[in-house]
């Protein structure tokens, strides 16, 4: 674990950082434990410069954390500085929202003895910290999914400790970026107990058991997340579990795009489903492009310019071989380009099939390869387009691409996407997730397994708070945010009216 004492020489598999044995685990859920009160009574403004003391630190680390994340991941150095800034960035974002104070819901209605039809009492709501969190780290995104990233941000965000279950891709870095985090935190007037880092499969799974913990959060596999899932709710005590588990991300162009600008379409799907060699959550998996479009060697040369690229482990790309093979196995599957694995990598593969054929037997298509595999999809009129997007179950991001001309009749199209996904991106492509207040990082199951929350922007602070009412309570009892007097300025609804006023 991150500043604990050394651990014992098993390991879990593909990590080269021991496993935390259930002696330190049980140590460290008890700092947890200890911190949630101090922790929770610390002001926003109090709690957004412990983040912000985390952001500099974490830059002021980039230099020596880089490098390791580069040996751990070979992902490319570029992209992993810009990653560090992401992270930071994303807590500045956290540690402003906090400042601003919306994020408490504060609502109080004062008592009204005329109400009809019974009198109302003095009634305050606001939203409190759920206690310890679990953090499942990422492996695609080894900052900003990871020990830095926006689960472990909105959580102390929220006021919640965050104890975190490194991922075995990336150990080393994992315990490093966490002892950065812990010391600056502690520095900073954090109580001892807020953050943590632990290492193995079983100090996740006992972790998740514990009831020390009151809320989970998870970004990997269906079936991993699945598993997770059903501990967290088989618990005496059940706690809330937010997995985002996989998505295809499917894209449906009108042919009037393909008309005005089919070439640059095609050319941004392929930059779009290679980008990170395809290890992106949000990679689009399906193409539909209308029969006749002309795009296919277009596409095809778009692919095989696109060079081999490293993956994030062998693991990683072993599966994505096994799938790439079953997809290319398929009889309704043709290859228009088979990605040769290399020295330097695993080059794109591109698929294609008809969406008559895809919506013959939809289940083994319909599947995520993660990596840099995608599959082309021929439809036959709008009737067709419909049809597979109905096929398709919950995803983070569902694309459209479209012309001025097509607006009358996209809503039928644009309603079952909606149903079936967080985030619809027009003209656009959705490989690339803005840390923004208004982002939307969520989707229908099995893109999530809580659909109404996010797991970026500002929001995703929602996940580690409940709320509480208080009725009826004397002013010295209440917290700061419900009295009259309003001594944080925060913005309040009172009585139907938003407002920083006191009362």
Not at 53 to 75: F, N
Not at 92 to 116: K, M
Not at 332 to 356: F, I, Q, W
Not at 405 to 420: K, N
């Amino acid at each position: 674990m991150a500043g604990g004492r050394p651990r014992p020489a098993r390991r879990e598999e593909g990590s080269a950082v021991n496993d935390t044995t259930p002696e330190e685990l049980n140590a460290v859920l008890a700092a947890a434990a200890r911190a949630a009160a101090p922790l929770a009574a610390l002001r926003p403004t109090e709690r957004a410069a412990l983040l912000r003391a985390a952001a500099d630190a974490l830059d002021a680390a980039a230099g020596e954390l880089v490098p390791i994340a580069v040996a751990e991941s070979a992902l490319p150095e570029a992209r992993l500085t810009g990653e560090v800034a992401r992270s930071s960035g994303q807590l500045r974002l956290f540690a402003d929202a906090l400042d601003e104070g919306s994020y408490l819901e504060v609502i109080i209605d004062t008592a009204d003895p005329d109400a009809a039809p019974v009198p109302r009492p003095d009634l305050r709501r606001m939203l409190v910290p759920l206690g310890p969190v679990l953090v499942f780290a990422a492996s695609n995104f080894p900052f900003a999914f990871s020990v830095p990233g926006g689960d472990t941000a909105s959580a102390l965000a929220a006021g919640s400790p965050v104890v975190l279950k490194a991922h075995p891709g990336h150990p080393e870095l994992s315990q490093r970026t966490g002892e950065v985090l812990a010391d600056a935190l502690r520095a900073a007037g954090a109580p001892d107990g807020t953050f943590a880092v632990v290492h193995g499969m079983d100090a996740g799974t006992s972790a998740i058991t514990d009831p020390r913990i009151k809320a989970a959060a998870f970004t990997g596999s269906v079936r991993g997340g699945r598993a997770l899932l059903d501990i967290a709710s088989a618990r005496p005590e059940p706690i809330p579990f937010y997995g985002e588990l996989g998505s295809l991300n499917p894209v449906f162009v009108t042919p009037a795009a393909v008309a005005a600008r089919g070439e640059a379409i095609a050319d941004g799907y392929v930059a779009s489903f290679t980008l990170g060699t395809g290890q992106f959550c949000t990679k689009p998996g399906l193409l539909f492009l209308p029969e006749g479009h002309g795009l296919e060697e277009r596409l095809v040369s778009a692919v095989r310019s696109t060079g081999a690229a490293g993956m994030l482990n062998d693991r990683i790309r072993t599966a994505h071989a096994e799938e790439r093979d079953r997809l290319e196995g398929l009889g309704p599957v043709r290859t228009l380009v088979h990605g040769d694995e290399v020295e330097a990598g695993v080059a794109p593969t591109l698929l294609a099939t008809t969406a008559k054929e895809l919506l013959a037997d939809p289940d083994p298509l319909l599947q995520e390869c993660f990596g840099p595999t995608s599959i082309v999809v021929s439809y036959n009129g709008p009737d067709e387009l419909h049809a597979a997007a109905e096929a398709f179950a919950g995803n983070l991001t569902a694309t459209v691409h479209a012309e001025d001309a097509d607006a009358p009749t996209l809503p039928p199209l644009l309603d079952l996407l909606r149903e079936r996904t967080g985030r619809l991106v027009y003209n656009g492509w959705p490989t690339g997730v803005a840390v923004a207040a208004a982002m939307h990082h969520g989707g229908p199951y099995p893109a999530t397994t809580a659909s109404v929350h996010t797991s970026v922007g500002t929001t995703a602070v929602r996940r580690f708070l409940r709320p509480v009412c208080y009725q009826n309570t004397p002013q010295a009892l209440l917290p700061e945010a419900l009295r009259d007097d309003n001594p944080l300025g925060l913005p309040r609804r009172i009585n139907g009216t938003v407002t920083t006023d006191a009362l």
